[in-house]
C-alpha cells in the first residue's frame, strides 16, 4: 500500500540539524509490512521491554537498539537534540517525544508523541482508498441472517490463513550478516560527516580537561 506523499507536514515542524544517512531508517530496525511504503516513520525508546521501537501509522514493533543509541548519542546527532534526547523514553520513562523521519525529503523532526501519531494516521487515510464500511465487509443485506455471514467471513479466513514458521539456522545468519553489515555502513557514514563548530568546541574542551 502507498501512503500519501504530498502530505504536508505542521508549519511548527523545524528540521534537525543533523545528517540523516541513506540507510538511517534500516539501521533504526524499520521493517514496513509486505508491500507498504510509508513516506513518514517515526522513532523512540519505550520502557515495556526496555527497546527501540518503530511506527508507521500501520507496522510497528521493536526496532534495532543498538543503531537507535549509536544514531542519536552520536557526536553529530546529539547535541542537535539536546534536551529532547531524554524526551525520547528510556528504560525508565515512557517517551513524550519522537524522532520523524521524512524519507522522501530525508529530513528529520523531533516532535511531541501526539502530534507524530497525528501525521502517521493521515498519510494513510488521504494516500489509500477509504476502508470498506461494515456493511461492505461482512456483506450484510436486509433480511440475511448476520451469523451467517459472519460465519462465512471466519471461513474466509480460515482458508487464507498462514501459518508462521520459525526462521532456518542459514535465515538467521543471512539476517544478522545483513544487520551487520547496515550498522557498519551507518557508523562509517557518521564519522565522514563533518561536525558542526559547536561540537568541535565541546570536544576541544574535553580534551583539556585534567585526566
Not at 121 to 142: D, I, M, N, R, V
Not at 159 to 176: L, N, R, V
Request: glycine share 8%; net charge negative.
Amino acid at each position: 500500500m502507498q501512503a500519501n506523499y504530498c502530505l504536508p507536514l505542521p508549519e511548527d515542524f523545524q528540521p534537525l540539524p543533523v545528517p540523516v544517512p541513506p540507510m538511517l531508517e534500516a539501521a533504526l530496525g524499520y521493517t514496513p509490512f509486505r508491500g507498504d511504503e510509508a513516506c513518514f516513520v517515526t522513532f523512540y525508546w519505550s520502557p515495556f521491554g526496555d527497546e527501540a521501537c518503530f511506527d508507521d501509522g500501520r507496522t510497528s514493533g521493536t526496532g534495532d537498539w543498538q543503531g537507535f543509541l549509536a544514531y542519536i548519542d552520536h557526536i553529530s546527532v546529539g547535541p542537535a537534540l539536546g534536551a529532547g534526547r531524554y524526551q525520547l523514553g528510556s528504560s525508565e520513562e515512557v517517551n513524550t517525544h519522537r524522532l520523524l523521519l521524512d524519507r522522501r525529503e530525508r529530513k528529520l523532526y523531533l516532535v511531541e508523541d501526539r502530534a507524530g501519531c497525528l501525521v502517521l494516521f493521515k498519510q494513510w487515510q488521504t494516500g489509500c482508498e477509504p476502508e470498506p464500511a461494515a456493511s461492505e465487509l461482512f456483506e450484510l443485506h436486509p433480511g440475511q441472517p448476520e451469523i451467517a455471514n459472519l460465519g462465512g467471513l471466519l471461513g474466509t479466513i480460515l482458508d487464507q490463513w498462514e501459518e508462521m514458521k520459525p526462521p532456518s539456522h542459514s535465515e538467521i545468519e543471512a539476517f544478522t550478516r545483513k544487520r551487520e553489515s547496515i550498522l557498519s555502513e551507518l557508523f562509517l557514514w557518521l564519522d565522514s560527516y563533518p561536525a558542526t563548530p559547536l561540537v568541535i568546541k565541546d570536544r576541544q574542551h574535553s580534551d583539556n580537561r585534567p585526566g
